[in-house]
C-alpha cells in the first residue's frame, strides 16, 4: 500500500513538474527518499531494453526508441542525461498508472555505465546494449576495468547482451555470459588500416591467455578484426554488418542489402545506428522501415554540424573531455582530409562535475595524427589553451602555427582574419554552440 | 652523445598519459643537442637494464599491473644494481607499487622488495590535484592522483613534500621515493611537461652524468611554463 502511495505521490510531483517545466530527475529522487524500493513496484511491459556503455548510450537508445515508435509501438523512455537512478524513476512513474503498471508497450532507458547494477534487478531488461568502454571521466569513473566490473555486476543470464564484435574489450562480458549474445560488426572498407595508428589502447592482450592480440586491420584505435596469437579467441561471428561504408555519399549497406542515409561522418555514428538497428531486427521489426526511420532522423547540430563561413567549409565535431576516444575519432576523421586547413581546439571548462585540472587525457589523445597534415594554423581556446598548445608541440608540430586565445570571440576573429583553409573545429561539447553562435554572426553582418 | 631510454610495458602502463613523459625527455634531449634512442619494451621482451641510461614505467590498471609484476621480477638484481650504479629512473602512479616488498589486492602478492614499503590496494581511489615541494628544484610540482594504493613502512627519502593532496597513505605529507636517480612517484601523466622546471633537472642531471662539461644551450620552454603558471594561478584563486 506505501509503494501505491509513493507511486501515486511521484505522479503528482511529476505533473508538478510539467507545470512548472522543471528537470527530469527530481520527482525519481523525492520519491527514493519516501521508499527505496520503490523500483520493484512497478509492473512491466513484455519489451525491456537498457542500454549503457561509455559513450553513445544517449544516441543509440534515442535511435531505438524512435524506430519502435515508428512502428506503432509505445515507448517510455529517458531523455538524454536522466540516466541515474531518479530519472529512471521518474521515467517509470510518467508512465505508470497509479497502482504502478507501466503503460506503454516497450521501456527504453540508457542508464549510466556505473548505476546498471542498482536498476537492474527491478527493471529487469531483455535486452542489454552494451556500445563501448572506453576512457571516460577517469577523476569519476577510475578507469576502464572497474566500469567493466560495475557493469558486469547488473548482468544476469536472462539478459540478451547486444556487443559490438570488433571490440575486443567487449569480449570480456562474452567470456563470462551464459545468455544469448547477437554482435554487430563492420566490415573491412576503405577506410580501415593494417597498422595500429594509436598509442594507448585498453587492451593488447588477449582477455582469455594474457597473449598479444593480433589485428589483420583496424577501424578505429583497437577496434577491428583480431585474434589472439596464442589461444582461440577471435572476434566473433557478427549477425549484422555493414558490408559498405560510402563517406561521399553519406551512405552505409547493412547486409549487403539494407541502405541507411547518415547524417554523421563520425565512425562512433556509424556503430551507434548499427547497434540500434541491431537490436529492433532482433526483436523482429521491419528492416526496411528500420532504415527508413534511421535516414530520417534529423541531423543533431549538437552532435556534429557543418556549413560555410564566406567561401570556407567549417566542420565542428563534438567530443567529450576526459574522453581521449571521441577526440581520436575527430583527429582520425580530420586527418583524411588534405586540403589546406585550420583546426580549432578547445573547451570551456574540463568537466561541469567537478573542478580538477586533470590533463594526462591530453596525453593518451594522438594527436601526432595531425602533424603531417596541410595546417596553415592550429588555434588553441579556452582556460587550458597552453595545456592544449603545448600537446600539440610534443606532438612535433612546429610551434609557430600554433595560436592561443583566451575566449571563443577572440578566436573566431582571428580565425575569419588570419587563417587560410577549411576549418576543423574539434571541441568539447560546451564550445560547440558558442564557436557556431560567434562563426555564423559575424557571417551574417 | 646518445642517451638510451626504455619505456617499459608502454602497451599495459598507458592507463593515464604516460607517454608524455618519454616525449617530453626525447624532446628536451635532443634541443640540446643530444642523440636520443627509444625503446618500447613489454611483456614479449627480454630486458638489458645495463644497455639503457634511463628507465620509464608508467600507470596501469590493477589487472595489468599484475601481469606486468609477474615479468618483472626476475629481474630484481638488474633492477637493483642499477639504481646502485645511479642509473635514471622515472617511475610514475602505480608502477612505484612494483619497486615494494608486496601488494595486497584481492590476494597478497610478493613484489620487487627494492624498498621497504608495502603497498595495500583499497576499494576506494585517492584522487585529485596535487601541489608538492621538492628539495631537487626551486619551484612547486603540480600534479594529479588517481589511484587505489596506500603504502605504509615506507623508509626511504620521499621524492616530494605535499602541501594539497595525498602522500603515501591518508594524512601522510610525504610521497614518493627518491634514492641516487631514481625518482618514483604516485603522481600520475605527463609530469615533465607539466613541471618544466623539473624536466629541466632531468635533463640536465642525465646529460651531465655523461658529460660534466657540457655546455647547455637555452631551454625553450614558454608554452609549458605558462600552462604551469595557469595552474598556479587557479590553484591560488581556488585556495
Known amino acids: 500500500m506505501y509503494h501505491i502511495l509513493c507511486i501515486i505521490l511521484g505522479k503528482v510531483i511529476v505533473l508538478i513538474g510539467k507545470i512548472c517545466k522543471r528537470g527530469s530527475s527530481l520527482p525519481g529522487l523525492i520519491v527514493l527518499k519516501l521508499d527505496k524500493h520503490i523500483l520493484e513496484s512497478f509492473q512491466l511491459p513484455k519489451l525491456v531494453i537498457a542500454v549503457t556503455g561509455s559513450s553513445g548510450k544517449g544516441s543509440i537508445s534515442t535511435l531505438i526508441a524512435k524506430i519502435l515508435t515508428n512502428q506503432n509501438y509505445t515507448v517510455a523512455h529517458n531523455k538524454v542525461g536522466s540516466n541515474l537512478t531518479p530519472g529512471i524513476v521518474t521515467l517509470l512513474l510518467e508512465h505508470s498508472s497509479l497502482l504502478g503498471k507501466i503503460k506503454t508497450d516497450a521501456i527504453v532507458y540508457e542508464i549510466d555505465e556505473r548505476y546498471a547494477k542498482y536498476v537492474f534487478d527491478a527493471i529487469t531488461p531483455n535486452y542489454v546494449v552494451i556500445s563501448n568502454i572506453s576512457r571516460d571521466q577517469p577523476p569519476r569513473q577510475g578507469h576502464f576495468d572497474l566500469v567493466f566490473e560495475e557493469i558486469q ?54 582477455p582469455k591467455c594474457n597473449q598479444k592480440l593480433e589485428y589483420n586491420y583496424y577501424n578505429f584505435e583497437n577496434i577491428g578484426d583480431y585474434h589472439c596469437s596464442s589461444c582461440q579467441f577471435q572476434k566473433p561471428k557478427a549477425d549484422t554488418i555493414i558490408t559498405k561504408i560510402d563517406y561521399t555519399h553519406y551512405k552505409i549497406v547493412i547486409d549487403g542489402t539494407y541502405t541507411i542515409e547518415l547524417p554523421h561522418l563520425i565512425l562512433y555514428d556509424v556503430y551507434n545506428t548499427l547497434a540500434a538497428f541491431t537490436i529492433t531486427s532482433l ?99 579556452g582556460i587550458h589553451r597552453y595545456d592544449i598548445a603545448t600537446r600539440l608541440k610534443y606532438a612535433g608540430i612546429d610551434e609557430k602555427t600554433i595560436t592561443v586565445f583566451d575566449t571563443i570571440e577572440e578566436s573566431t576573429n582571428y580565425i575569419q582574419q588570419k587563417t587560410k583553409g577549411n576549418i576543423y573545429a574539434i571541441l568539447n561539447f560546451d564550445y560547440v554552440e558558442p564557436f557556431q553562435q560567434a562563426m555564423k554572426e559575424s557571417d551574417a553582418s | 652523445m646518445t642517451v638510451h631510454i626504455a619505456h617499459l610495458y608502454y602497451d599495459l602502463m598507458n592507463l593515464y598519459g604516460e607517454s608524455g613523459n618519454v616525449k617530453a625527455l626525447k624532446m628536451q634531449l635532443e634541443e640540446q643537442g643530444v642523440k636520443v634512442k627509444i625503446d618500447f619494451l613489454t611483456m614479449q621482451d627480454k630486458i638489458h637494464f645495463s644497455d639503457y641510461d634511463f628507465i620509464y614505467i608508467g600507470m ?22 642499477a639504481i646502485e650504479q645511479g642509473k635514471f629512473f622515472l617511475i610514475t602512479g602505480n608502477a612505484i607499487e612494483l619497486f615494494g616488498k608486496s601488494i595486497i589486492a584481492n590476494k597478497k602478492m610478493r ?122 594561478q587557479k590553484y591560488n584563486e581556488k585556495s
Open chain 2, 111 to 232: 613484489a620487487l622488495n627494492i624498498f621497504h614499503f608495502e603497498t595495500k590496494q583499497e576499494q576506494m581511489r585517492i584522487v585529485g590535484e596535487v601541489l608538492a615541494t621538492t628539495t631537487l628544484i626551486s619551484k612547486p610540482i603540480i600534479g594529479f592522483q588517481n589511484r587505489s594504493g596506500v603504502m605504509k613502512n615506507v623508509k626511504e627519502e620521499p621524492l616530494f613534500i605535499i602541501e594539497k593532496g595525498t602522500g603515501y597513505a591518508p594524512k601522510i605529507v610525504e610521497e614518493g621515493i627518491h634514492k641516487n636517480h631514481f625518482y618514483g612517484t604516485y603522481l600520475i601523466g605527463p609530469i615533465l611537461i607539466r613541471n618544466p622546471e623539473f624536466l629541466k633537472y632531468l635533463v640536465k642531471q642525465i646529460i651531465q652524468q655523461k658529460d660534466s662539461k657540457f655546455k647547455f644551450k637555452p631551454f625553450h620552454l614558454t608554452l609549458e611554463n605558462k600552462a604551469y603558471q595557469n595552474f598556479i
Open chain 1, 283 to 381: 526483436i523482429g521489426l521491419q528492416k526496411e522501415k528500420i532504415c527508413d526511420t534511421l535516414s530520417h532522423i534529423h541531423k543533431n547540430k549538437k552532435l556534429f554540424h557543418v556549413f560555410t563561413y564566406h567561401d570556407r567549409i567549417v566542420t565542428v565535431l563534438n567530443n567529450k573531455n576526459e574522453n581521449s576516444s571521441t577526440f581520436n575519432q575527430s583527429l582520425l576523421y580530420v586527418s583524411r582530409y588534405k586540403e589546406e586547413k585550420t583546426i580549432v581546439i578547445g573547451w570551456k571548462e574540463i568537466s561541469r562535475r567537478y573542478q580538477f585540472d586533470d590533463l594526462s587525457w591530453l596525453y593518451d589523445i594522438d594527436f601526432e595524427l595531425l602533424n603531417k597534415l596541410n595546417v596553415h594554423k592550429f588555434v588553441c581556446v
Open chain 1, 153 to 206: 555486476k547488473a548482468i544476469t543470464p536472462s539478459m540478451h547482451l547486444i556487443l559490438n564484435a570488433d571490440d575486443p574489450y567487449l569480449q570480456k562480458f562474452a567470456l563470462n555470459h551464459h545468455g544469448p549474445i547477437t554482435y554487430y560488426s563492420i566490415e573491412k572498407n576503405q577506410y580501415s588500416y593494417t597498422k595500429n595508428k594509436f598509442m594507448n589502447l585498453n587492451l593488447n592482450y588477449c
Open chain 2, 60 to 81: 596501469g590498471t590493477e589487472q595489468n599491473q599484475q601481469m606486468v609484476l609477474k615479468h618483472i621480477l626476475p629481474y630484481k638484481k638488474e633492477i637493483t644494481k
